[in-house]
């Protein structure tokens, strides 16, 4: 096993990959293992201090708050009764209050295999086919 393909690509990481919802929604997300995401954990967990661990839902809102600030960077696609959404950070909330586009901006920043160089070159190369 050859371990450079299975490190992240720290401009990914850092900088944010496309990941595909559909042929036309696009989000642009940062990696959970990014400074921005952990500032942000730090950030907000001091404020929430021993409240996270008493409370799952004071957990889940300082995740959201992190996935707001520091994961989604921007979109593509995303609208609203038929207007196009800019990617704001009321609109980021307004996209996490719909748990299946959530659970996929969440799962997508955890997955380790979207910021992997190879992954990463395999969609530029599908890219300049299209």
Not at 6 to 18: D, I, L, Q
Not at 81 to 103: F, Q, S, Y
Request: charged fraction near 40%; glycine fraction near 4%.
């Amino acid at each position: 096993m050859d371990i450079s393909k299975k490190t992240p690509s720290k401009e990914a990481v850092e900088n944010g990959v496309w990941v595909e919802w559909d042929e036309e929604t696009k989000f642009l997300i940062r990696s959970t293992e990014s400074k921005e995401y952990t500032r942000a954990m730090q950030k907000h967990g001091r404020k929430l201090k021993g409240e996270q661990a008493k409370s799952i839902s004071a957990a889940r809102r300082m995740t959201m708050l992190c996935i707001k600030e520091a994961i989604v960077i921007d979109w593509k696609g995303v609208t609203e009764n038929g207007k196009e959404l800019k990617c704001t950070e009321e609109n980021i909330e307004k996209l996490l209050a719909v748990p299946e586009l959530r659970d996929f901006i969440a799962d997508s920043a955890v997955e380790h295999a979207n910021f992997l160089q190879d992954s990463i070159e395999e969609e530029a190369k599908a890219v300049k086919k299209k």
